[in-house]
């Protein structure tokens, strides 16, 4: 599969390792070369960053790997194109919110999410400052990434 592995040092000074490859994620294309889910599932405890990933995540035919996600990352950060709220458990994540979260443009306006309208206006808790624009709705004033930390421990 063709892909990038990048070595890098953290703040701390300690390896990293990012991976980004091209391959056909919905659940047909994992079933046809299932060599990029065997390869996540052996590297451990993940961060995952999704960007603009176009809703897939949001639909049936992409459950493998939204599973996969959510099984195996201690972190996830995202737009609201990643995966939807309704697919986190509840008390299983802790959410941080960035940005404006609107409504998503015209051409994905069915993945409406009425969740993160609430936690992006609760007066409570409210969003960190985001000072560049992402995804979609890419000017800095109209864009949002969500940033989940995983509370309760990874399954094995």
């Known amino acids: 599969m063709p892909g990038v592995e990048m070595k890098l040092r953290g703040p701390d000074g300690q ?3 990012v991976y980004y490859f091209s391959t056909d994620l919905s659940n047909h294309g994992l079933q046809v070369k299932p060599a990029p889910i065997q390869f996540v599932r052996s590297l451990g405890p993940l961060t995952t960053y999704v960007k603009s990933a176009t809703y897939l995540m949001h639909k049936l035919y992409f459950s493998e790997v939204r599973r996969l996600v959510l ?3 201690r ?6 194109s990643g995966i939807a709220m309704k697919f986190f458990q509840k008390g299983a994540w802790q959410f941080n919110y960035y940005g404006t979260y609107k409504r998503p ?7 409406y999410q009425p969740e993160l ?11 960190k400052a985001l000072p560049f624009g992402t995804g979609y709705n890419w000017r800095q004033t109209d864009s949002n990434l969500l940033l989940a ?8």
């Open 105 to 111: 443009i015209n051409l994905f306006a069915k993945h």
């Open 117 to 127: 309208t609430a936690a992006y206006t609760d007066t409570l808790h409210r969003p």
């Open 71 to 73: 099984r195996h990352s």
């Open 75 to 80: 972190y996830i950060l995202q737009d609201d």
């Open 149 to 156: 930390r995983r509370l309760i421990p990874l399954a094995d």
């Open 15 to 17: 390896p990293k390792t």
